[in-house]
């Protein structure tokens, strides 16, 4: 009966081992099939065209059989409020060039600190750049880029892009400002954001928020005091 | 006599005695339920709450697991810690087995089969405690072989599916077998059992093999995520297991007259001191690496030990058990518990209840705590979850005290058959 | 009612010590008369008790506890099982729904990718998923957890799930976390029964009507990405999305198991999931894997990309990456 002894081991460690084995044998094999598909190239690589919204001046880009990818359009040159009602009651609006046409720019005023007479108290947040770095003092109604030329307030990624390369890069790429709509060109529109309408161009960070939405775990109710 | 017609009277008798299986079996059911005052208001005690936590069962069933305390956070609780430790005292009676069978220890060969029993009555309740725990018991069919869709071999719980359900189907077996025989008042045949009894060895130390591996295989955790999760299982079981056969014995002795040779609850106590010792020397060599090397993976376990953030759950169940499995094994080394005394008993009760909070609540339960996010979210089972789980005890009970009446009926009447004759 | 198991009162019993080899020498018949009304009796109590367990039959008709597992589900029974569901979605939630089988694309590899230094924790991204997914509205669940981390750390035991306040704070910064859709997922592995199982797309998907509830799939993974229906979720009928995938928003059964399919009823269609929608920073960026010149290859190209918990060796196709 001895014997049996050390038959009796083997055998335990043996079915043990091969247990093992199989099973580990099997989950390697699976992964070597995922790691196969992964790989796997696209059959036919005209099938999935992605467009990039490379040119900042034109809005909307067509090509042929996919949709176009829409970039919301900032609305027109700024309208300044003023305080008084017409006989409607409606707010009266008035565009920059209405004072700007009639007072020539006090070229000293580089910061808001230094604006007394019109526009003071106003948040500037945006480095170091003065309000002629975007602003045309040619056409208080439109911008200027950094060499002189003039741009429409509607072409204001243009602008933007000229100092923040990186993120323009990373905004033309699809990883920039989010998006709407479809990943797939080929199966629908895209529409997309442009940079005022998440960045106020003067005090340009993000805004904080409160957050309005969280899980009510179970566990909360009788613990939220104390984590 | 030529060998053909001893061929076909052997095969004639194996007939009848195949014919008549059921029929033992009908006359076990009603010698198994035949007792005395005190044997019926067990009886209904046990029913009564094997009822009372079937009602639990079924409401959770309708009303969804919401009544039970478990979160996503904390996916497993009293139930699966249950089922652990039932798997470990279903596997310990492998160690009545092993010296009964390899080292041909006579006096334990005539008990053995309380061994078995107990080991029958224990797989019960784990798959009682596994079913309890799912989401859609309905949907159990999936679990099966062809007609479900069972994803063997990678996914280990269908391991332990497999190795628990052979168990229990190989424990009936011997335990059937042998009963019968001696019923017939025949020798039992070594051919049809001890093969058996030899995969019962292996099956024993896989069942809870497996179920370790159902752990430590989680990358995800790293409180179980350890090496040493398996051996601490096989030694924890070498102590609970044969700590609740003394009992069972001494609970016969009692109860029944039962008397059992004073050895084997020795050769036990024997394995007893070794396996605690080994088990204690796990623990402590696991709890070296997870709080001298400190960091994240210690985390579980200084919540489980010491507390973490605030929440201290588990810190009183923890030294609990870590003071039952101290007394318990000290209790042990003492030499009055090789004699039939308090001690052994006081020691087995200190180790089972000891390693019921080490490998239930104390394993399972950290494991989820901090989640994979780090999130403390503690648990305590819910009034549902304790009716559950003290029914699925109580059937258990149950199941094991119908197992050894018939034992000990067919015991005491070979018994009388030898005085008679 | 069990007790009456109790009443014969035989003080001692010889009888059992009794020769008993003659098959079926049963005792007095008196006993065996009691012991059988006991039996019934506790036959009977069993039956009681179990008799919550009658809303199955209520809640499961035959063709659901039937219904095979999706992969063995042919064009005809899919037709037969989603129009069941729609039923059944009118009749307990009182919505008018389409459930649809979204192919994955061929040759489509999904990925996703979250920059960590946008994201400012303001859980718009929740909120969408709960809306679109037709999330339980009592627990407010969704498929993304916002980890609020400290600035220095990666350790995520310095972060917090539960914060209140505006963002982003300034030592902070905000790390979402949902199904990673690992190339080698752990809850996969685990599953039983084969009820989740990753797609060509390489989307972990799970059918909610295979699902047993083990829940062992969520012990495995981890990332805290599974979700699991301790009961019925509600929602009122106006919230319901109708536009429902069977894998993936469809409302799914008490007792199953769910997790984040990358809105699978959307993305394999060409649209983008709810959560990128969503989100107000510009975040999130989700795409074709397979496609060199999709969004998420510039990202891996181009910026410092990291996954979470690499050393598990799960091979995430969900990444993070600063600016």
């Known amino acids: 009966m001895s014997g049996w002894r050390g038959v009796i081991t083997s055998v335990i460690l043996l079915a043990m081992l091969a247990g093992v084995t199989a099973t580990m044998q099997i989950r390697a094999s699976s992964d070597a099939e995922d790691g196969g598909s992964g790989a796997e190239a696209l059959p036919d690589g005209s099938s999935v065209i992605h467009e990039k919204p490379s040119a900042v001046s034109s809005n909307t880009l067509v090509q042929p059989e996919t949709f176009p990818v829409t970039v919301r359009k900032p609305s027109g040159p700024p309208r300044v409020a003023t305080n008084l009602k017409d006989i409607h009651g409606e707010a009266v609006t008035v565009a920059c060039s209405t004072c700007h046409s009639t007072r020539s720019p006090n070229l000293q005023n580089k910061t808001p600190h230094s604006l007394d007479e019109f526009h003071s108290g106003m948040k500037f947040t945006h480095g170091t750049v003065s309000c002629l770095s975007c602003h045309n003092a040619a056409d208080y109604d439109s911008l200027q880029l950094a060499d002189g030329h003039r741009v429409e307030f509607t072409d204001v990624m243009t602008l933007c892009g000229q100092c923040h390369g990186p993120q323009m890069k990373d905004y033309e790429h699809g990883v920039h400002g989010g998006l709407n709509g479809y990943w797939d060109l080929s199966r629908g529109p895209q529409q997309k954001n442009n940079c005022v309408d998440c960045h106020n161009p003067h005090t340009p960070q993000f805004p904080k928020m409160q957050p309005t939405f969280k899980p009510k775990d179970r566990f909360l109710e009788q613990s939220r005091s104390e984590h | ?421 | ?323």
């Open chain 3, 1 to 323: 009612m069990t007790t009456d198991n109790a009443s014969p009162q035989e003080p001692h019993d010889g009888e059992h010590l009794k020769p008993l080899l003659p098959i079926l020498d049963q005792h007095s018949t008196r006993r065996t008369l009691l012991k059988t009304a006991g039996a019934a009796l506790g036959l009977a109590a069993f039956g009681e008790a179990l008799s919550p367990l009658m809303v199955i039959p209520e809640n499961v008709s035959v063709d659901e506890f039937l219904q095979q597992h999706y992969k063995e589900l042919t064009d005809e029974d899919k037709k037969k099982v989603f129009a069941r569901l729609e039923a059944e979605t009118k009749e307990r939630f009182g919505a008018n729904v389409t459930i649809t089988d979204a192919k994955p694309i061929p040759g489509v590899r999904f990925a996703y990718a979250i920059n960590v230094s946008k994201c400012n924790g303001n859980g718009k991204c929740m909120e969408a998923c709960n809306k679109e997914n037709n999330h339980h509205r009592g627990v407010d669940q969704s498929y993304i957890r916002v980890l609020e981390m400290t600035k220095g750390s990666m350790d995520m035991e310095h972060g917090s799930t539960t914060y209140d306040h505006t963002v982003p704070q300034d030592d902070k910064f905000y790390l979402p976390v949902q199904c990673q859709q690992c190339d080698n997922p752990p809850c996969v592995s685990a599953c039983p029964i084969e009820a989740t199982w990753k797609e060509d797309d390489g989307i972990v998907v799970v059918d909610y009507n295979w699902c047993i509830g083990c829940r062992y799939c969520e012990a495995a993974c981890p990332y805290h990405a599974r979700r699991f229906n301790w009961e019925l979720p509600e929602i009122p009928a106006e919230e319901v999305n109708p536009n429902q995938g069977y894998l993936s928003n469809r409302i799914r059964p008490q007792g199953a198991m769910e997790k984040c399919h990358f809105c699978l009823h959307r993305t394999r269609e060409g649209r983008a999931p709810a959560c990128q929608e969503a989100c107000p920073t510009g975040a999130r960026v989700f795409g074709d894997l397979n496609d060199p010149d999709s969004a998420i290859n510039y990202v891996l190209k181009n910026k410092r990309v990291f996954v979470l918990k690499e050393e598990l060796g799960t091979k995430p196709s969900f990444f993070y990456f600063f600016d």
């Open chain 2, 1 to 421: 006599m030529p060998a053909n017609a001893r061929k076909k009277r052997n095969v004639a008798a194996l007939k009848h005695a195949v014919r008549s299986y059921p029929g033992f079996l009908w006359w076990g059911l009603g010698q198994a339920t035949n007792g005395g005052l005190g044997f019926y208001v067990w009886m209904t005690v046990l029913t009564a709450i094997a009822l009372v936590g079937a009602n639990a069962w079924a409401h959770q069933v309708a009303q969804g697991m919401i009544v039970t305390n478990m979160t996503d956070h904390v996916s497993w609780g009293l139930y699966i810690a249950n089922f652990t430790f039932g798997v470990g005292l279903a596997a310990g009676g492998v160690m009545m087995v092993i010296p009964a069978y390899l080292y041909d220890d006579e006096e334990m060969h005539k008990v053995v089969i309380i061994g078995e029993a107990v080991a029958i009555a224990a797989i019960v309740m784990c798959t009682l405690s596994v079913l309890v725990d799912l989401g859609r018991p309905d949907r159990f069919w999936h679990l099966l072989p062809v007609i479900g869709r069972i994803n063997w071999p990678v996914s280990m719980l269908t391991w332990d599916v497999i190795v628990l359900n052979g168990y229990l189907v190989i424990n009936l077996h011997i335990v059937g077998y042998l009963l019968y025989m001696r019923y017939l008042g025949r020798k039992p045949n070594p051919k049809w059992y001890v093969p058996f009894v030899f995969l019962s060895i292996i099956w024993a130390i896989s069942i809870h093999t497996v179920t370790a591996f159902l752990y430590c295989g989680l990358g995800g955790r790293p409180f179980w995520n350890t090496a040493l999760l398996a051996p601490r299982f096989l030694a924890s079981a070498f102590v609970s297991g044969p700590a609740f056969i003394i009992l069972v014995m001494r609970i016969l002795r009692i109860t029944t007259g039962f008397a059992a040779p004073p050895k084997p609850a020795r050769t036990l106590i024997q394995i007893i001191r070794v396996a605690m010792t080994i088990n204690l020397v796990m623990l402590a060599s696991e709890l070296f690496t997870l709080f001298y090397t400190g960091g994240a993976h210690g985390e579980s376990a200084k919540y489980l030990f010491f507390g973490s953030h605030g929440h201290y759950g588990l810190v009183p169940w923890i030294w609990t058990a870590i003071a039952c499995n101290l007394i318990g094994t000290g209790l042990f080394f003492m030499p009055d518990a090789l004699e039939r005394s308090n001690t052994r008993i006081a020691a087995c009760i200190l180790c089972i209840v000891g390693i019921w909070i080490e490998k239930g609540m104390g394993l399972i339960i950290p494991g989820f705590i901090p989640s994979t996010l780090h999130e403390i979210v503690e648990y305590t089972p819910s009034l549902t979850e304790w009716k559950v789980t003290a029914g699925i005890w109580a059937f258990g009970f149950l199941l094991l005290t119908v197992l050894l009446k018939l034992i000990t009926t067919v015991f005491a009447a070979e018994a009388h058959k030898t005085e008679i004759a």
